[in-house]
């Protein structure tokens, strides 16, 4: 089982329409966990950490179930602007130090 | 605004080649990482530094090797490459390690 795992999509979203997915982690003990986002050909940027008790930052909702072991993440009103890959990371705690592990990564595409 | 440069957006090499990708961050950071990403294998850690000098193996260090003499800048080496380093490799930094990670444009990596 990959550490961290991802729908790889595409989701194909209607403008205007709300698209959620999730991403599922092995390691129980990961305490942090991120939303990355990446446009073709770009490197992957920061769209938001993911806390306990849920967080939204615009348009966007992240939520975190530790019991199931999965993060998700929620756009509404998407815009075609949205249309990227979404990286799901999560800290892989180790006794040599501490090192995110990246999701394979979401393709959203957003169509008129 | 945080910025970590890498020195070539695209490298085309042979195979033996000893290949050096550089890779820059002007934040002080105490952590720097290298990872190559493939398509549908995502973002793997190859090495990374949490100080000047310091080095720890990722996931696929083999192959590669590092070097850190600056806080600044961190070396990402292959003694010889081969064809299946053809890669993009995204140089990345952070102020604690398990936090949040700025990337550099990448570099695409050609090995015929």
């Known amino acids: 089982r990959k550490e961290v795992e991802q729908d790889p999509g595409p989701f194909n979203v209607p403008e205007g329409a709300t698209v959620a997915f999730n991403c599922t982690y092995s390691?129980?003990?990961?305490?942090?966990f991120f939303w990355y986002r990446q446009d073709c050909r770009k490197e992957p940027k920061l769209l938001m950490s993911?806390?306990?008790s849920g967080n939204e930052d615009g348009r966007f909702t992240a939520q975190l179930n530790r019991a199931s072991q999965y993060i998700s993440l929620l756009i509404r009103d998407s815009k075609l602007s949205d249309s990227a890959t979404y990286l799901c990371v999560v800290n892989k705690v180790k006794a040599a130090g501490n090192k995110l592990t990246f999701g394979g990564g979401t393709r959203v595409l957003v169509k008129p | 605004d945080v910025k970590v440069t890498q020195s070539s957006r695209y490298l085309v090499k042979r195979t033996g080649e000893k290949v050096f990708l550089e890779c820059v961050q002007d934040m002080d950071h105490e952590n720097m990482f290298w990872y190559r990403q493939d398509p549908g294998l995502g973002l793997r850690l190859i090495y990374f530094s949490y100080d000047v000098k310091m080095k720890e193996k990722g996931d696929i260090p083999e192959g590669y090797s590092v070097s850190r003499e600056k806080k600044e800048r961190f070396s990402l080496i292959l003694e010889s490459a081969s064809t299946n380093q053809t890669s993009m490799y995204l140089c990345?930094?952070?102020?604690?390690?398990?936090?949040?990670?700025?990337f550099g444009p990448g570099t695409r990596l050609l090995v015929l």
């Open positions: 993911v806390y306990s």
């Open positions: 990345a930094s952070s102020l604690v390690a398990q936090e949040t990670q700025y």
């Open positions: 390691n129980s003990a990961s305490q942090s």
